[in-house]
Nanobody
Framework: VQLQACGGGLVQVGGSLRLSCAASGLTFSSYAMGWFRQAPGKERDFVAAINWRDGPTSYADSVKGRFTISRDNAKNTVYVEMNSLKAEDTAAYYC????????????????WGQGTLVTVSS
């Protein structure tokens, strides 16, 4: 199984980026997909998740209203559209594939991508 994340880069405060994560080696449509992030010196935190079908979704409070997660099961790809970026959004962003229900808190994240770095400058 491979999860290949891309789309990170340097952006100014208030700007936007779209991250993509292409999956292979798994039945993509059977997995919930999530995005996590890890800032330097901090633990990895949940950002957003989307059910195995296109919705429902879940977001961390810190990104609600600014980030949107979506998926294209035909392309085995999950996206996160990030708008109104803040300096505190600076982190390495990781995608993950899991089984179970993130809404019920029973999800187990089985596979992880390698991360893509987002730097938001002020």
């Amino acid at each position: 199984v491979q999860l290949q994340a891309c789309g990170g880069g340097l952006v100014q405060v208030g700007g936007s980026l779209r991250l993509s994560c292409a999956a292979s080696g798994l039945t993509f449509s059977s997995y919930a997909m999530g995005w996590f992030r890890q800032a330097p010196g901090k633990e990895r935190d949940f950002v957003a998740a989307i059910n195995w079908r296109d919705g429902p979704t879940s977001y961390a409070d810190s990104v609600k209203g600014r980030f949107t997660i979506s998926r294209d099961n035909a392309k085995n790809t999950v996206y996160v559209e990030m708008n109104s970026l803040k300096a505190e959004d600076t982190a390495a962003y990781y995608c993950a594939a899991g089984r179970g229900s993130f809404l019920l808190g029973t999800i187990k994240w089985d596979y992880w991508g390698q991360g893509t770095l987002v730097t938001v400058s002020s």
